[in-house]
């Protein structure tokens, strides 16, 4: 009887307002979907695309390990300053969880468990990443795609998309991104998106600090552009270590802070690129960052 009733359910299911196709369904199940996640080098940035347009950019497994899998590999490219997360299309940032994955009876309870997980993993990466991560919000970011667009440390996006987190209309509830939200939504406003599920236009997303910077959508790009070159224009080590001691201190007691932020600073005290940027600011010019 409970698989008949989540087989009707994922007959009835939408992402969004576009009904799951039966191929779209089979694809998500066997997890078959190609280039889930498109790895690109622009510049001194790294750029991370979700790209499952047709579902508008739902999270699976795929999606997840390519990003967890595109987050250490951008750790590692030298040259690079600073990391653009985004969705393919123009329809969808990310629409939260593909259900049909999340929920399939064809895998056991467990490893359900330990899959949904795995966001959390991802939230995690994304916090302690070394180089700092924009969101470029294309479309709507909904539900786990909201819980995306919040562990970005900042956020692009066209004023004419929407932000939300509609699980209770589902009989669901935001779990896993709530741990994000209570860091990035005023609490009445978090309490009220999560209660209702009400989609939050871009203007009022950026009223309350959930994005960064709300332009007009022929604009996102050269925003998003002037960003990661103004990024990338500062201290790497400075970055590093700012954007470490930034989350870690903030789950911390005030007097723990203190001391943890003190050492963080002596640490910085010591680096290249200190001197360097004194040197730079005393002479007039432009720093040429040594990062170490």
Same mark, same amino acid.
């Given at each position: 009887?409970?698989?008949?009733?989540?087989?009707?359910?994922?007959?009835?299911?939408?992402?969004?307002?576009?009904?799951?196709?039966?191929?779209?369904?089979?694809?998500?199940?066997?997890?078959?979907?190609?280039?889930?996640?498109?790895?690109?080098?622009?510049?001194?940035?790294?750029?991370?695309?979700?790209?499952?347009?047709?579902?508008?950019?739902?999270?699976?497994?795929?999606?997840?390990?390519?990003?967890?899998?595109?987050?250490?590999?951008?750790?590692?490219?030298?040259?690079?300053?600073?990391?653009?997360?985004?969705?393919?299309?123009?329809?969808?940032?990310?629409?939260?969880?593909?259900?049909?994955?999340?929920?399939?009876?064809?895998?056991?309870?467990?490893?359900?468990?330990?899959?949904?997980?795995?966001?959390?993993?991802?939230?995690?990466?994304?916090?302690?990443?070394?180089?700092?991560?924009?969101?470029?919000?294309?479309?709507?970011?909904?539900?786990?795609?909201?819980?995306? +667009? %919040? !562990?970005? *440390? /900042?956020?692009?996006?066209?004023?004419?998309?929407? $932000?939300?987190?509609?699980?209770? @209309?589902?009989?669901?509830?935001?779990?896993?991104?709530?741990?994000?939200?209570?860091?990035?939504v005023p609490r009445k406003i978090a309490?009220?998106?999560?209660?209702?599920?009400?989609?939050?236009?871009?203007?009022?997303?950026?009223?309350?600090?959930?994005?960064?910077?709300?332009?007009?959508?022929?604009?996102?790009?050269?925003?998003?552009?002037?960003?990661?070159?103004?990024?990338?224009?500062?201290?790497?080590?400075?970055?590093?270590?700012?954007?470490?001691?930034?989350?870690?201190?903030?789950?911390?007691?005030?007097?723990?802070?203190?001391?943890?932020?003190?050492? +963080? %600073? !002596?640490? *910085? /005290?010591?680096?290249?690129?200190?001197?360097?940027? $004194?040197?730079?600011?005393?002479? @007039?010019?432009?720093?040429?960052?040594?990062?170490?």
């Amino acid at each position: 009887m409970a698989a008949e009733a989540i087989s009707s359910f994922f007959e009835m299911c939408k992402v969004g307002k576009h009904r799951l196709s039966p191929a779209s369904r089979l694809r998500a199940m066997a997890g078959q979907a190609a280039d889930s996640v498109l790895y690109e080098v622009r510049g001194h940035s790294v750029r991370l695309t979700v790209n499952r347009p047709d579902e508008r950019n739902a999270l699976n497994q795929q999606v997840v390990d390519g990003l967890l899998t595109g987050l250490r590999r951008a750790a590692g490219e030298g040259s690079v300053r600073c990391l653009v997360l985004t969705g393919a299309g123009d329809r969808a940032f990310c629409s939260g969880g593909d259900l049909t994955s999340t929920m399939s009876p064809d895998e056991g309870r467990v490893q359900q468990h330990h899959g949904r997980g795995r966001i959390g993993d991802l939230m995690v990466a994304m916090a302690k990443h070394p180089l700092p991560i924009v969101a470029r919000v294309n479309g709507a970011a909904l539900a786990g795609g909201f819980g995306l +667009m %919040l !562990s970005c *440390d /900042l956020a692009v996006a066209a004023d004419d998309v929407e $932000v939300g987190t509609p699980e209770i @209309k589902l009989g669901l509830w935001p779990f896993m991104i709530s741990a994000v939200i209570a860091r990035n939504v005023p609490r009445k406003i978090a309490v009220e998106m999560m209660l209702t599920g009400r989609r939050v236009p871009a203007a009022e997303a950026g009223r309350w600090g959930m994005v960064n910077r709300v332009v007009p959508r022929v604009e996102l790009d050269d925003t998003v552009d002037r960003l990661v070159e103004e990024l990338s224009s500062k201290s790497p080590v400075a970055m590093r270590l700012g954007k470490e001691s930034f989350y870690r201190a903030q789950d911390m007691r005030l007097e723990e802070a203190l001391a943890y932020l003190n050492a +963080m %600073l !002596s640490v *910085d /005290l010591q680096s290249e690129d200190v001197v360097e940027g $004194v040197s730079a600011f005393l002479q @007039k010019r432009e720093p040429d960052w040594k990062d170490r």
